[in-house]
């Protein structure tokens, strides 16, 4: 029989929808009906649904033509994110490259409007950009040896080619680093630079050019007062204008109303969404969505109303629009089993600061068993969503605590910039910091504490395990950086300069600074068995430097599990995850009692 935290994986979910621009009746969607994540063709008039990506380790992402004849998908073949873009006809047919001539690479931004088409990639040596219009042979637009791309960086498919293609944004690390771009607009068929903006030090992303052609408009995304907010942006003309809104948080550009007069933006203030619309001719905000869980992939469908993707720790994701109707769901599909309250928490760390982060708990009186379960990322922050994994734990007794350390984004610039040479101490101090704060509060059980992470969370677990080897019972250390040399020259091109920007130089120029913060520097002192879960293709992670940390811990006679599946960073397969996560409860339950 199957058990109610399996059906949250099991029963399939929308995770990403897109239309075509002049036929809107035509949707692309990612879904894990076929119990993976691939990508769909929806006909909304006719009610046909074709699955469009097959082979490889799954599609995550999808976008449509224009004029709604066809789908583009990633073709991961292995699962180390090298591949290629897929054509598949919304008619039927065979899928096929969308640049033939082109080898695989690294995807780094794809742009699509009517008549053009450019993509970015990077390889083992350069970072190149294509552009092609009308269909023909895609041309060399743009290279370079340091980190560069199409558009917005995530999601892609925003902020690259201008609406009529007379334009094309790229981002680039020329005179910064991966963390910090530069935007160059080029006349998109001569390549000759149009403008040039730059932030020094400060995050700077395109986010989406104006939908009318020949309005050269571009909405981009600055912080220059600690928080990101959009700033309208004529390349053509060199005219820049603040959209101040005077709401708290951080502001997203999400889209444009079909008349140019107005924005869709996304509000994130608490770790909470909210949608706003912005009049650019009155400079009015408009509270369209109110804050509440977290709310994606927001676009304008039609004149007025919105589409977005809404989910919190207790109802389930859900494509709705603005009267908050369901508007788009798999036939026959009945809702998962519903999620438990996310509490907000906030607490002190040792340097004073306020952290804020969310409980789980699961039935019962306390003190409980607590994992305390750290984000990837690190640029990234847990929201109150609904997430079948955690909710599982909670399911079988634990109490979750999730803490947005030092480094999240969502708390303005200055936080988010503490980890520049200073990555693993910080967030390992807030975690701990927050298990206190439970465990005082009389919600914790001290004797019974978990560390689980994965990705940036999982190299935190691995870090944790021997920084503080008295503190658990267990640890669960998901695609985790075992040894930070190691992954550094075994990841993929863009993760080493992410490492460079981030500490200041590779193993070679800052090795005290490596040896400080990898976790093999403490490997002896780790005390608590470990459990690992590795993709065999990971090139964010790679799976050598997994297996390096896991059987140093062997050979000091540590207790040491290893699981291992076909695919890349994080399975896209769900009978996969499902069996993660059983593995994972027995691990848990195992030393928890």
């Not at 068929?189 to 050019?209: F, H, I, Y």
């Not at 600055?222 to 603040?242: F, K, M, Q, S, V």
Request: glycine fraction near 10%.
């Amino acid at each position: 029989m199957t058990e109610p935290w399996e059906l949250r994986f099991t029963t399939p979910q929308i995770t990403e929808v897109r239309w075509a621009s002049r036929a809107p009746e035509r949707l692309g969607v990612v879904s894990t009906e076929s119990g993976e994540s691939q990508a769909w063709m929806w006909d909304l008039r006719t009610g046909e649904r074709r699955q469009a990506s097959r082979g490889g380790v799954g599609a995550e992402e999808v976008h449509v033509m224009p004029a709604g004849d066809a789908v583009v998908w990633w073709l991961d073949p292995l699962g180390d994110e090298r591949g290629r873009w897929m054509v598949s006809p919304f008619d039927g047919g065979d899928a096929s490259p969308l640049f033939p001539s082109l080898e695989d690479a690294w995807m780094a931004g794809i742009s699509i409007v009517p008549g053009a088409v450019a993509a970015g990639f990077s390889t083992d040596d350069d970072y190149v950009v294509y552009v092609s219009h009308e269909d023909r042979e895609p041309r060399e637009l743009y290279r370079h040896a340091q980190p560069a791309g199409v558009g917005a960086e995530w999601p892609q498919g925003a902020g690259g080619l201008s609406a009529d293609g007379a334009l094309l944004c790229i981002r680039h690390a020329e005179d910064g680093d991966i963390t910090h771009y530069s935007l160059r607009v080029l006349d998109a068929r001569s390549g000759e630079v149009v403008r040039e903006l730059k932030d020094e030090g400060l995050t700077l992303q395109p986010a989406g050019w104006s939908p009318i052609p020949g309005d050269q408009r571009l909405v981009v995304t600055r912080e220059l007062d600690d928080a990101e907010h959009p700033w309208l942006w004529n390349p053509a003309e060199g005219i820049l204008i603040e959209l101040r809104t005077d709401e708290p948080g951080a502001i997203f550009h999400q889209d444009w109303y079909p008349d140019g007069r107005a924005l869709l933006l996304r509000q994130d203030h608490g770790a909470r969404d909210a949608l706003l619309r912005f009049d650019l001719d009155a400079g009015a905000t408009t509270v369209v969505v109110p804050a509440s869980g977290t709310v994606s992939q927001a676009t304008v469908r039609g004149e007025e109303d919105v589409w977005f993707r809404a989910e919190n720790g207790i109802e389930p994701p859900a494509i709705r629009n603005l009267a908050g109707e369901v508007v788009l769901e798999i036939p026959g599909v009945e809702p998962p089993p519903r999620g438990r309250s996310f509490e907000a928490v906030s607490f002190a760390n040792p340097s004073g600061g306020e952290i804020q982060g969310w409980l789980i708990r699961p039935d019962g009186k306390p003190p409980f068993p607590t994992i305390v379960s750290p984000h990837g990322g690190p640029e990234y922050h847990n929201t109150d969503a609904f997430d079948p994994r955690r909710l599982a734990y909670a399911d079988h007794g634990f109490a979750i605590l999730l803490v947005n350390y030092r480094g999240s984004t969502g708390y303005g610039a200055e936080f988010r910039r503490q980890l520049q040479g200073d990555v693993g101490f910080p967030e390992s101090e807030d975690l701990n910091a927050g298990l206190d704060h439970l465990i005082e509060e009389g919600i914790a059980d001290p004797d019974r504490l978990f560390i689980e992470g994965w990705s940036w969370g999982g190299y935190l677990a691995t870090l944790n395990a021997g920084l503080h080897p008295e503190r658990w019972r267990a640890v669960v250390a998901g695609i985790p950086v075992g040894d930070s040399v190691a992954a550094h020259y075994e990841c993929a091109p863009a993760l080493r300069a992410w490492d460079i920007a981030t500490m200041g130089g590779s193993p070679m120029e800052v090795p005290a600074l490596y040896h400080e913060r990898n976790p093999m520097t403490y490997i002896d002192r780790v005390r608590a068995p470990v459990l690992f879960i590795a993709g065999e293709r990971d090139s964010r992670c790679p799976l050598g430097q997994v297996m390096t940390y896991a059987h140093g811990l062997r050979a000091r006679g540590r207790e040491v599990q290893v699981h291992l599946y076909p695919g890349g960073h994080h399975a896209h397969d769900v009978q996969e995850r499902i069996a993660e996560v059983r593995l994972t409860l027995d691990f848990l339950l195992r030393y928890r009692d």
